[in-house]
């Protein structure tokens, strides 16, 4: 069974930091793309970063380019959204998910997790 982890969400000071995690498990990564995705309440929930986990080629939306970084770890099977200089806007349940094709669109993901909350305060 394929299963996509989140963790590492919680509460913040705007300006300060987290790292969110995305364990993977029921399948091994290949030409993989896990991406990260978000929604706030009352919004559509939208495409922030992915990664292909054989290429290690990233893909980064504006609103988070130069604050966040994607990477990934093939042995463990991990992918780790490191988020910087964080924002209020930025509050928000994070979701990771796959993909066999380089995409964002949520609609073109197959597995999802259940999501783990970042909150900033300002």
């Known amino acids: 069974e394929v299963q996509l982890v989140e963790s590492g969400g919680g509460l913040v000071q705007a300006g300060g930091s987290l790292r969110l995690s995305c364990a993977a498990s029921?399948?091994?990564?290949?030409?993989?793309?896990i991406g990260w995705f978000r929604q706030a309440p009352g919004k559509e929930r939208e495409g922030i970063s992915s990664i292909n986990t054989k290429f290690h080629s990233t893909y980064y939306t504006d609103s988070v380019e130069g604050r966040f970084i994607i990477s990934s770890e093939k042995s463990k099977q991990m992918v780790y959204l490191q988020m910087n200089s964080l924002k209020p806007e930025d509050s928000a349940v994070y979701y990771c998910?796959?993909?066999?094709?380089?995409?964002?669109?949520?609609?073109?993901?197959?597995?999802w997790g259940k999501g783990t909350r970042v909150t900033v305060s300002s």
């Open positions: 998910a796959s993909s066999w094709l380089w995409t964002i669109l949520p609609e073109q993901m197959d597995e």
């Open positions: 029921g399948f091994s990564f290949g030409d993989d793309v």
